[in-house]
């Protein structure tokens, strides 16, 4: 069969062939854009969580004590890390792995010879959580959290919030709010 | 020999008058006993018996030991640990104190009023205090880095320290960032107008460069936006600025009312709760002034700021001008310093302290001038604004740490003030302050979304609280000074007639009555009163309101209408004539002018006088008293009340009432004459021109005039203490705080700390402004 390529039908059908076969090619492309766009967006908000934590500056000792509280915050937060799970719009939902201070808080306050004063008990407990995070004996704990986020200036940025903090601290912030609650509660039923 | 005789006679004539004058003098100087009556605040005795012996009056060991709340063991007074033995004199085989240095020396004052001896032991001795504020201090630790026991309270501290000194977490915790500061300066856009003001407010401060205002021997002036306070009188130096300073009675306060009527600047002597608000203002002025300037420092300086965005046109000038001012002044660095080194000493000093440590810290200039800074003022106002409802727990580890630290101060101090009985008044408001501390660190872990509020703790903080300010501070000082007390001028007891008459019932109770008259009788209620009523003419009134009172109700007052005796050979029907033949009319006094009784159309002519310890009242109903018997008679026990033989229980729920601490459903007795303070606030109701003075928990008064008209007109709504003068239900005297707001009351009140001005309207001068009528209008 001949094609007559004066016929105005076949370049109807050509240029319909045509413009399918882009939208085709187009509609095939979409995820594979979208992926990209998350992927940047990911990898950006990622930077924003590591930024919002980590930092170079190293905590100045200007005392004999290797353990004071500054050294060991930067000890929890240096091994701390995250995934990012999903992320809709300006919520994110995290993943942050820490090393568990609150079952390590607990853990040695256990230990701790109760006839102390508690100024000293306290130098104590600071001393040994500095060495456990030391020598890697604690355990980790991996906590999901939501936070929202936004773009300031062209830049991701993530709007911490206390789940998030708490996280990052291996939900050592839990165990202060437990121990002020009691605090005050023992205070008052003695 | 004629001679002789008549010397001799002489002789023996001198040696008589000396004789007589021997046995005048020995009559004089014999011991003698005498009843007088008696109230005290530590035991419920009425009578006490002395013993006046050469012009001096002597208390027994064992009624000493009463009043004074000291027991007598092994020669001594002994209270709580601590002894005392006092000089004590053996008469006739028994051994008495003097009685006025004799209780001087137990802490127990005694001074004549009226008809009777009144005695005020210590409720609490310094001992007593240190042990209840041990016991209380104990349980209210805020130090978080060292108070916290047991294992969740260590870790605590723990982490407590790694939050509050590392170096991540108030970054991560979003403090700082610049989205906060551009989330708060946003809500300046919201509140345009608000801001506008604030900030204008204290740019009008730094603004006024003129004298603008004086007190006496001072001239007060701004100068760079310093306040200088400069002596006018012919010393210009420190001490002359000080001495008028104390001559007033908040000079702070004085101070920064005339440069921009600052209510809330304030400092008040040994108002504890004030000065414990002045640290925190001082304290927050302080952080507030360094965020402040962080805050503006950082948005200020960032290229992605816009000005023009973010601050309302009108505040940038004021804005700007408190910024410079702040980076340029080192005053609030002089400021902070003194602050961080004297500021708890603040808590225990009165003006004079403070402003002595002004002094020494250099706030006054060379010409003697004080200088304060005030941008401060305007940056705090600023703060309040911005920062208002902006809580993490960031905030409340910062703050906790502050108060655990100011907590600490106050310990130190509250161990050192125990050792000395001397600084006894220091130890009470120490702990005052400690518990005070423990209630605001907990209120901020409330705020700070620590925990959840409980009203059950805050009950307990200021249950702890009102224990320790209700140790009376006359105790802790223990400044007595007992003044001679006459025994002429002590009207005597003659306790034989005590046990005549009608009389011989007073202070006993419903049940003796019976007993002795027979249960024959009934009981009524008149204006308030309810009364005990036989049918042969004895009349009795009761300390209660209740119509059918229990057979434990007290006898207070004794009624005749006829022959019935009353006491000794007064009886309810007599003469004024009688009674000045019998009692004399020193005793009696003139005879009664009468007067015109509206609502019984008649005459009445009523008299008055003591006797015998008593008061007695004769009436006479259209009737002329020289010629006719009188209609009534009665005797009550005594004009001075009889409010401090309440147990110790009632005399702290006194104490609190008198502090306008009422509880809800509480209820209090008065009488005409009682004097209560209670602190409220007073509101406008409605169109139907009522007041009310609010007290707490939604319980109000209404305020009506003595003749029963209400107030009218507008009042703006104000704080204030309202010392009520008169307080008295004309249809029973017990008041139900539950049923205020059905029942009225005659409220007089005088109002301080007014500060309503020329809003206040009222129809007869019920309210007055320290001791001067309110304006009328």
């Given at each position: 069969m001949k094609i007559n390529f004066k016929d105005k039908k076949v370049w109807l059908i050509g240029a319909a062939a045509v413009v399918s076969l882009l939208l085709i090619i187009g509609i095939l492309m979409i995820p594979a854009i979208r992926d990209f766009n998350n992927k940047k967006k990911l990898a950006a908000i990622e930077e924003a969580v590591k930024v919002s934590f980590t930092s170079e500056e190293e905590p100045q000792d200007d005392s004999e004590q290797t353990y004071t509280p500054a050294v060991i915050e930067k000890a929890i937060t240096d091994k701390v890390s995250y995934t990012v799970i999903s992320c809709e719009n300006d919520k994110v939902i995290l993943q942050i792995t820490a090393p568990d201070m609150k079952k390590l808080l607990l853990e040695i306050a256990e230990t701790i010879d109760s006839s102390l004063p508690s100024d000293q008990a306290i130098r104590k407990i600071e001393a040994e959580v500095d060495q456990a995070l030391k020598n890697g004996n604690y355990s980790m704990v991996t906590t999901p959290v939501m936070v929202d986020v936004q773009k300031v200036d062209g830049n991701w940025e993530i709007v911490p919030n206390e789940d998030f903090v708490n996280a990052i601290y291996g939900n050592m912030l839990s165990l202060y709010t437990e121990s002020i609650s009691q605090n005050i509660q023992q205070g008052v039923s003695e | 020999m004629k001679t002789h005789g008549k010397k001799i006679l002489s002789v023996l004539l001198i040696l008589a008058l000396l004789i007589n004058a021997s046995v005048v003098c020995f009559a004089d100087d014999a011991p003698k006993y005498q009843t007088v009556r008696c109230i005290s605040n530590l035991c419920d005795k009425t009578r006490v018996d002395l013993l006046l012996h050469q012009d001096q009056l002597y208390i027994s060991i064992e009624d000493a030991a009463e009043f004074s709340g000291y027991q007598w063991k092994d020669s001594q007074f002994e209270r709580s640990g601590e002894k005392i033995k006092p000089i004590t004199h053996t008469i006739e085989q028994k051994e008495w104190l003097e009685l006025e240095s004799g209780m001087e020396q137990l802490y127990t004052e005694v001074v004549q009023v009226g008809d009777a001896l009144i005695f005020r032991g210590l409720e609490t001795t310094f001992k007593e205090c240190i042990k209840k504020t041990d016991a209380i201090l104990t349980q209210y630790r805020v130090d978080l880095t060292q108070g916290f026991a047991g294992t969740?309270?260590?870790?605590?501290?723990?982490?407590?320290?790694?939050?509050?000194?590392?170096?991540?977490?108030?970054?991560?915790?979003?403090?700082?960032?610049?989205?906060?500061?551009?989330?708060?300066?946003?809500r300046?856009?919201?509140?345009?107008?608000?801001?506008?003001?604030?900030?204008?407010?204290?740019?009008?401060?730094?603004?006024?460069?003129?004298?603008?205002?004086?007190?006496?021997g001072l001239d007060f002036s701004l100068n760079d936006g310093a306040l200088k306070i400069i002596s006018n009188g012919p010393s210009s130096d420190s001490a002359a600025v000080i001495h008028a300073l104390n001559k007033t009675k908040d000079p702070l306060g004085t101070m920064f009312e005339s440069i921009g009527g600052s209510k809330d600047f304030s400092l008040k002597g040994l108002d504890i709760v004030s000065q414990l608000e002045l640290y925190q203002y001082f304290d927050s002025l302080i952080g507030c002034g360094q965020l402040y300037a962080d805050m503006f420092s950082y948005t200020y300086g960032s290229s992605n700021f816009k000005k023009d965005e973010y601050i309302p046109k009108a505040a940038r000038q004021p804005i700007e001008a408190l910024t410079k001012y702040y980076n340029s002044t080192d005053y609030l660095k002089l400021l902070a310093g003194y602050l961080n080194e004297e500021g708890k000493t603040v808590f225990f000093s009165s003006a004079d302290d403070l402003l002595e440590t002004a002094v020494l810290k250099h706030f006054f200039s060379s010409s003697g001038a004080i200088i304060i800074p005030i941008a401060q003022y305007a940056l705090r106002k600023s703060y309040d604004f911005l920062f208002d409802g902006v809580s993490h727990k960031a905030d409340y580890?910062?703050?906790?740490?502050?108060?655990?630290?100011?907590?600490?101060?106050?310990?130190?101090?509250?161990?050192?003030?125990?050792?000395?009985?001397?600084?006894?008044?220091?130890?009470?408001?120490?702990?005052?302050?400690?518990?005070?501390?423990?209630?605001?660190?907990?209120?901020?872990?409330?705020?700070?979304?620590?925990?959840?509020?409980?009203?059950?703790?805050?009950?307990?903080y200021n249950e702890a609280f009102n224990e320790i300010a209700a140790i009376s501070d006359r105790d802790l000082t223990k400044k007595i000074s007992n003044k001679k007390i006459s025994a002429d001028k002590l009207p005597k007891i003659d306790m034989e007639m005590e046990k005549t008459g009608l009389t011989r019932f007073l202070g006993k109770t419903v049940a003796d009555v019976k007993r002795e008259l027979g249960k024959n009788c009934v009981f009524y209620s008149d204006a308030g009163a309810t009364f005990m009523s036989y049918e042969s003419g004895e009349r009795f009134g009761l300390d209660t309101q209740l119509l059918s009172p229990s057979n434990a109700a007290i006898i207070r007052e004794v009624i005749s209408f006829n022959e019935t005796p009353l006491l000794g050979a007064l009886r309810g029907n007599m003469t004024y004539g009688e009674l000045v033949s019998l009692l004399g009319k020193e005793t009696v006094g003139e005879k009664p002018e009468g007067y015109y009784d509206d609502m019984y159309a008649r005459m009445e002519y009523n008299l008055t006088f003591n006797y015998n310890g008593h008061k007695v009242f004769y009436t006479w109903r259209d009737k002329d008293p020289e010629s006719s018997p009188s209609s009534i008679a009665s005797i009550v026990e005594s004009n001075i009340e009889m409010n401090y033989t309440r147990d110790q229980a009632d005399r702290q729920k006194l104490q609190k009432e008198q502090n306008g601490e009422f509880e809800v459903g509480s209820s209090i007795t008065t009488k005409i004459s009682d004097r209560i303070t209670l602190t409220g606030r007073i509101e406008h109701v409605g169109l139907n021109y009522q007041y009310f003075l609010r007290l707490n928990e939604g319980i109000s008064i209404k305020l009506v005039d003595d003749l029963y008209y209400e107030t009218f007109g507008t009042l703006s709504e104000e704080e204030f203490k309202c010392k009520v003068l008169y307080f008295y239900d004309s249809a029973e005297e017990k008041y139900d705080f539950d049923k205020l707001n059905t029942n009225e009351c005659v409220v007089t009140a005088s109002l301080w700390d007014y500060r309503g001005g020329e809003d206040l309207f009222l129809s007869d001068p019920v309210i007055m402004m320290d001791g001067k009528e309110a304006p009328l209008k």
């Open positions: - | 969740v309270g260590y870790v605590g501290a723990v982490v407590f320290n790694i939050a509050s000194q590392g170096k991540i977490f108030s970054r991560i915790s979003g403090r700082h960032s610049e989205e906060q500061y551009k989330k708060i300066i946003s300046m856009v919201e509140g345009e107008e608000e801001v506008l003001s604030i900030v204008q407010e204290g740019y009008s401060l730094l603004d006024k460069l003129d004298t603008i205002g004086t007190i006496e580890i910062e703050e906790s740490k502050r108060i655990s630290e100011l907590q600490a101060g106050i310990m130190k101090l509250y161990r050192k003030y125990k050792k000395d009985p001397a600084s006894a008044i220091n130890t009470k408001y120490a702990a005052m302050l400690y518990i005070r501390c423990a209630h605001i660190d907990y209120k901020l872990s409330v705020d700070g979304g620590m925990i959840e509020e409980s009203s059950v703790i805050n009950k307990y």
